[in-house]
T-cell receptor, first 114, second 117 residues
Framework: KAGVTQTPRYLIKTRGQQVTLSCSPI?????VSWYQQTPGQGLQFLFE???????NKGNFPGRFSGRQFSNSRSEMNVSTLELGDSALYLC?????????????FGDGTRLSIL | AQKVTQAQTEISVVEKEDVTLDCVYE???????LFWYKQPPSGELVFLIR??????QNEISGRYSWNFQKSTSSFNFTITASQVVDSAVYFC??????????????FGGGTRVLVKP
């Protein structure tokens, strides 16, 4: 069974640009969550999508947005990039919408802002 | 609001020693779930174990064991007879059962484990 797939693995952008990251969940998984990981702030929850609806959102500015498609694939978008957005962005999927389900993570997209 | 604290930032051991990782959490929910994840240098977070708040039975799974104590809000994790491949960053995480929480995981700061041969 294929795991969670994130593309691209690495990305370099400059300040002010925008970026779109993609996540394909494990087949059959309907919940997709996004996390940002930085050395200073650690792992922080961005948002979660379930059945194409955003169910929960972390404490991030509106520049961070996402969506989920009918096949459960998800994208997140960051507009007007800032240096502080440099991070590892991790996507996780789980089978259903229950919080007791373990989330399975992808390898992440490492975003560097110059 | 929920919070997870891992006081140990780094632990260094020699192969075959046991390693215990501490985790303390805060939540106002009466039903919640606790997890341990491992992050090797490749970056992917690997799910290890899960515990429900209403089940305080401690278990052993291979070389992993955990000690959940609701009275002290602690969820400690032990690797027995450590191996070099256990070198990674280990994260404790909490999710709440309320519908509003969805599938949100709150992570601790992580503990880096270095197992030397």
């Amino acid at each position: 069974k294929a795991g969670v797939t994130q593309t691209p693995r690495y990305l370099i952008k400059t300040r002010g640009q925008q970026v779109t990251l993609s996540c394909s969940p494990i087949s059959g998984h309907r919940s997709v969550s996004w996390y940002q990981q930085t050395p200073g702030q650690g792992l922080q929850f961005l948002f979660e999508y379930f059945s194409e609806t955003q169910r929960n959102k972390g404490n991030f500015p509106g520049r961070f947005s996402g969506r989920q498609f009918s096949n459960s694939r998800s994208e997140m978008n960051v507009s007007t990039l800032e240096l502080g957005d440099s991070a590892l962005y991790l996507c996780a999927s789980s089978l259903a919408g229950d919080s007791n389900q373990p989330q399975h993570f992808g390898d992440g997209t490492r975003l560097s802002i110059l | 609001a929920q919070k997870v604290t891992q006081a140990q930032t780094e632990i260094s051991v020699v192969e075959k020693e046991d390693v215990t990782l501490d985790c303390v959490y805060e939540t106002r929910d009466t039903t919640y779930y606790l997890f341990w994840y491992k992050q090797p240098p490749s970056g992917e977070l690997v799910f290890l174990i899960r515990r429900n708040s209403f089940d305080e039975q401690n278990e052993i799974s291979g070389r992993y064991s955990w000690n959940f104590q609701k009275s002290t809000s602690s969820f400690n994790f032990t690797i027995t007879a450590s191996q070099v491949v256990d070198s990674a960053v280990y994260f404790c995480a909490l999710s709440e059962a309320s519908k509003a929480a969805g599938n949100k995981l709150t992570f601790g700061g992580g503990t880096r484990v270095l197992v030397k041969p």
